[in-house]
C-alpha cells in the first residue's frame, strides 16, 4: 500500500498522537515497512512558529479543551509533549522496576505492583531511545554545557556532601548532531525550541516517518472512538476531522499515545454491549492509578547576580536522593534537578501575594532555582474518569481528573524542599521559598503494564491484556513511577513494542 | 479582541487554575455583579483604588506607580470582553469599600492591608491576584525595571552573551 492510505484500507497500524510514544512507535514501525496512519488533534507547527513568549506559545501548542477537576499541562500539536518537555532524560533505576518487591505495600489505597519487565530487559532499547534522542553524556556525545544556574546548585551540592551531580542526560544536543544544531542557550525550552536543539517527534521521528513511504500524518484530527468487532478485536478508529465530520480508519491494529487523560477517555468512551465499561477495561482499571510524580520546586535569592534566565530552562541533576532510603521517612527517592524561571514563575510557584512572594520577582537577576521529581505511589482513587453528563465541542464526555497527593509524596517533598533549603542557604541565599509545583505535567499509570490481568489493563509489551491487536504507547503504560523524568522511557518502551508488534506480525499472530 | 489577546487569556485561565482558583467558585461570586457594577468601574478613583489594590497586592520598591495603573486597564478590558470573569474589579472595589464606613482608597497602608488580609479568602481576591500577577509579571516596564530582556532567540540566545559567566562562586575541591 502506498500513502495516503484510503479509509477502508484495513491494514495500516492507527497511531493516536504524534508524541513522544506515538511519534516514536509509527516512525519505527514505518522504518520496518508496517504501513501507519498517525492520528493528532493538533496541528503541525513549524520551528518558525516557535516564539520565546510563553503565553503565546501556550496559545499555539496548549490543550486548551474543557477538563473537570485536577489541572494538566498537555499540548495539542504535533510532537505532544516533546514541544514543551525540558529534555532532562534520566532512566528508571532497576529496585523501581521491583516498587512493590522493594517498598512493600504502603497502606490501603495504594495500589503498587512490580513491573512486568526489568530494567535488563529494557537497557538495550535504553540505549537506542538515547541514541535517537541524542543525549548528552551518552555515547560519545559530550555532557550540556554548565549553566550559571546549574553551577549554583552543584557548588550549593557540593557544599552539603552532595557527590552525584552531573550536567549529563539532556535531550538537548550539546553540540550539532543528526542534522539538528547544537543549544544555543536561548532559554525558553518549555515553549518549543527554537531552532530544534531539543529533541522533539516534530522534527526528528515525524519526518523520518515520512520519507519512509510508510507513513501518514493526519493533523487537526480528534480521535473519538475505538471500533471493535463481534470477536472483540479493534477494526478501526472514527475521528472528527477540523470541520468536524466524523470518519472512520480501519486499521489492522491500533496504538493509543494520547497522554493519560486522552488515553483514558479514548478507551472508556468506545464502550459497547461486548464491553460495557470501555475497551481493555476488564479489569476496570482504565483510568485508575493515575500518578503525576512528587513535585517540589525551590527558589532563593542569591547574594549576587545568577541570571538563571540565560541557557537552557534545565541542565542538570543531583541524584544522591534517588535511592530507597527508608530511614528518610518515606519510600523510594527523588532527584534534583536545575531550573529557571521567567518573572512570572517566579511569583506563580510562590504563590499568595505581599512583599515575601513579590521578593522573587524583584531580585530576578539574583533568583536560582531547582526542581525535584520523586516516586509517587499510585492509588486506587488517583484516577480520570468521563463526566456522566457534560460533553465537550466533539460531543465527547469531559474527563474528570482526580489526583491527591499520596502521605509519601508529602513527606518526600518536605524532604526534598529541606534539602533545596540548606542547598542554596548553604552559599549565602537571603531568601527561600520552596513547596509544591502542581504543574502536571509527568502523567503515568492509567492503563497501566502488570502480570496479572486484574491488576492492569496492558501487558509487558504495552498490548491490552484484553484485546491483542489493541495497543498503549505512552506514559500511561507505567506500572510505577519511579522518579525519574518519564520521556526517555515512554521512547525506549515506544521502540520495544515497535520490534514486538513487527515480530507479531511476522508470524502473522497479529 | 485579537489574537495575542485571547491567546494571553487562555494562558491566564490556565495560570489562574494552577494557582487553585476554580473557575466554577469564581464563576459563582461573580454571578452576583451587574452590568451596572462593571460600568462604574471606569471611573477614574474606582481604578485608583485598584490600581492601590494591585501595588499592595506585589509591591516593588522604584518600579513608577503608572504601571499598576497600566495593569489594571489591561485586567479591565480582559474581564470586560470574558463573561466567566466580568465585573471582577467592581465586585472587588465594593467590597473593599464595604469593610468600613468610608473608602477604602482614603484608610492608611496598614488600614488597606488590614482589610485585603481579611478578604484575601473571597473568590474575587484570588481572581484578581492572579490576573494582576499575570499582566504584572509579563509587562514591559516591569521587565525594564527589573532587567530581564525576555526574547533571546533573535539575539542567538546567551551562548556567547554570559550563559556561563557566574564568577562569585566557591572553589570546588
Redesign the interface.
Same mark, same amino acid.
Given at each position: 500500500m502506498a500513502e495516503p492510505y484510503k479509509l477502508s484500507d484495513s491494514s495500516v497500524v492507527v497511531v493516536i498522537g504524534s508524541g513522544a510514544g506515538g511519534g516514536t512507535l509509527s516512525n519505527e514501525l514505518a522504518q520496518k515497512g508496517i504501513d501507519v496512519v498517525c492520528l493528532e488533534a493538533g496541528s503541525r507547527l513549524t520551528l518558525a512558529d516557535?516564539?520565546?513568549?510563553?503565553?503565546?506559545m501556550?496559545?499555539?501548542m496548549?490543550w486548551?479543551d474543557k477538563r473537570i477537576g485536577d489541572?494538566v &499541562?498537555l499540548c495539542k500539536t504535533v510532537g505532544g509533549t516533546t514541544m514543551r518537555w525540558s529534555g532532562v532524560t534520566p532512566r528508571i533505576q532497576e529496585h523501581e522496576f521491583r516498587a512493590l518487591s522493594t517498598y512493600g505495600q504502603l497502606d490501603e489505597d495504594t495500589t503498587l505492583i512490580d513491573w512486568p519487565l526489568t530494567l535488563d530487559e529494557l537497557l538495550p532499547y535504553y540505549e537506542k531511545a538515547e541514541d535517537k534522542m541524542g543525549v548528552s553524556g551518552s555515547g560519545d556525545i559530550p555532557p550540556s554545557?554548565?549553566? /550559571?544556574n546549574y553551577?549554583?546548585m552543584?557548588?550549593g551540592a557540593?557544599?552539603i556532601g552532595y557527590k552525584e551531580v552531573s550536567s549529563a542526560r539532556m535531550a538537548i544536543n550539546p553540540v550539532a548532531r543528526a542534522g539538528r544544531p547544537g543549544?544555543?542557550?536561548?532559554?525558553?525550552c518549555h515553549s518549543g525550541c527554537?531552532?530544534g536543539a531539543k529533541w522533539s517527534t516534530l522534527y526528528t521521528e515525524i519526518p523520518a516517518a515520512e520519507l519512509t513511504g510508510h507513513f501518514e500524518l493526519r493533523t487537526n484530527t480528534m480521535a473519538v472512538r475505538i471500533n471493535h468487532d463481534d470477536k472483540g478485536r479493534v477494526t478501526g478508529v472514527v475521528y472528527a476531522d477540523a470541520d468536524g465530520s466524523l470518519h472512520e480508519q480501519k486499521a489492522r491494529a491500533v496504538a493509543v499515545a494520547g497522554n493519560v487523560v486522552e488515553t483514558s477517555r479514548i478507551l472508556l468512551n468506545s464502550d459497547s454491549s461486548k464491553f460495557p465499561h470501555g475497551l481493555a477495561n476488564s479489569s476496570g482499571q482504565v483510568g485508575r492509578n493515575y500518578m503525576r510524580h512528587m513535585f517540589s520546586a525551590a527558589l532563593a535569592v542569591m547574594?549576587?547576580?545568577?541570571?538563571f534566565?540565560?541557557?537552557a530552562r534545565q541542565t542538570g541533576v543531583i541524584y544522591d536522593e534517588q535511592y530507597h532510603k527508608p530511614e528518610r521517612g518515606f519510600a523510594g527517592g527523588y532527584e534534583i534537578q536545575a531550573i529557571s524561571a521567567?518573572? &512570572?514563575n517566579?511569583?506563580?510557584w510562590v504563590?499568595g &501575594?505581599?512583599?515575601g /512572594?513579590?521578593v522573587f520577582?524583584? /531580585?530576578?537577576?539574583h533568583v536560582a532555582g531547582v526542581f525535584s521529581t520523586g516516586e509517587d505511589p499510585p492509588q486506587a482513587s488517583s484516577r480520570i474518569s468521563l463526566h456522566p453528563t457534560e460533553r465537550d465541542v466533539h460531543g465527547l464526555p469531559v474527563p474528570v481528573i482526580e489526583y491527591r497527593d499520596h502521605a509519601n509524596s508529602i513527606a518526600m517533598r518536605n524532604h526534598s524542599v529541606e534539602m533545596s533549603r540548606r542547598l542554596f542557604e548553604s552559599?549565602g541565599a537571603t531568601e527561600f521559598w520552596g513547596g509544591d509545583a502542581?504543574?502536571g505535567c509527568h502523567n503515568m499509570g492509567v492503563a497501566r503494564m502488570s502480570t496479572k490481568p486484574d491488576d492492569g489493563v496492558t501487558n509487558r509489551w504495552g498490548q491490552a491484556h484484553d484485546i491483542d491487536n489493541l495497543f498503549v504507547s505512552d506514559g500511561s503504560t507505567f506500572s510505577s513511577s519511579g522518579a525519574a523524568n518519564p520521556t526517555l522511557t515512554i521512547v525506549a518502551l515506544a521502540i520495544r513494542q515497535a520490534d514486538h508488534i513487527a515480530e507479531r506480525m511476522t508470524q502473522k499472530s497479529l | 479582541m485579537n489574537?495575542?489577546q485571547?491567546?494571553?487569556r487562555? %494562558?491566564?485561565v490556565?495560570?489562574l487554575? %494552577?494557582?487553585?482558583v476554580a473557575s466554577g467558585t469564581l464563576g459563582i461570586s461573580l454571578l452576583r455583579t451587574s452590568a451596572a457594577w462593571a460600568a462604574s468601574t471606569e471611573d477614574s478613583e474606582d481604578l485608583a483604588a485598584m490600581g492601590r489594590f494591585a501595588q499592595?497586592? %506585589?509591591?516593588?520598591?522604584g518600579l513608577p506607580d503608572n504601571v499598576y495603573g497600566e495593569v489594571i486597564a489591561e485586567v479591565l478590558a480582559t474581564t470586560a470582553a470574558d463573561p466567566a470573569t466580568q465585573g471582577i474589579l467592581s465586585t472587588a472595589e465594593q467590597t473593599l469599600d464595604a469593610a468600613q464606613d468610608r473608602s477604602w482608597l482614603e484608610l492608611d497602608a496598614a488600614g488597606q492591608l488590614a482589610v485585603m488580609q481579611k478578604l484575601?479568602g473571597e473568590a474575587f481576591f484570588a481572581g484578581i491576584?492572579e490576573m494582576v500577577?499575570?499582566q504584572l509579571?509579563?509587562h514591559p516596564q516591569?521587565?525594564k525595571h527589573? @532587567?530581564?530582556?525576555?526574547?533571546?532567540?533573535e539575539h542567538?540566545?546567551?551562548?556567547h552573551?554570559?550563559?556561563? @559567566?557566574?564568577d562569585?562562586?566557591?572553589e570546588?575541591?
Open positions: 516557535v516564539v520565546n513568549d510563553p503565553p503565546a501556550d496559545g499555539k496548549g486548551h489541572m &499541562w554545557a554548565e549553566t /550559571n553551577k549554583v552543584q557548588a557540593a557544599r543549544c544555543q542557550q536561548i532559554g525558553f527554537a531552532i547574594p549576587r547576580p545568577v541570571n534566565h540565560r541557557g521567567d518573572p &512570572w517566579t511569583s506563580a504563590g &501575594w505581599g512583599p /512572594n513579590s520577582p524583584q /531580585n530576578y537577576t552559599l502542581p504543574v | 489574537d495575542k485571547t491567546t494571553r487562555r %494562558f491566564l490556565a495560570a487554575t %494552577f494557582s487553585g499592595l497586592l %506585589f509591591p516593588h520598591e484575601e491576584r500577577r499575570f509579571y509579563y516591569f521587565w527589573i @532587567d530581564y530582556p525576555g526574547s533571546s532567540k542567538g540566545g546567551y551562548l552573551r554570559g550563559f556561563d @559567566d557566574i562569585w562562586l566557591p570546588q575541591s
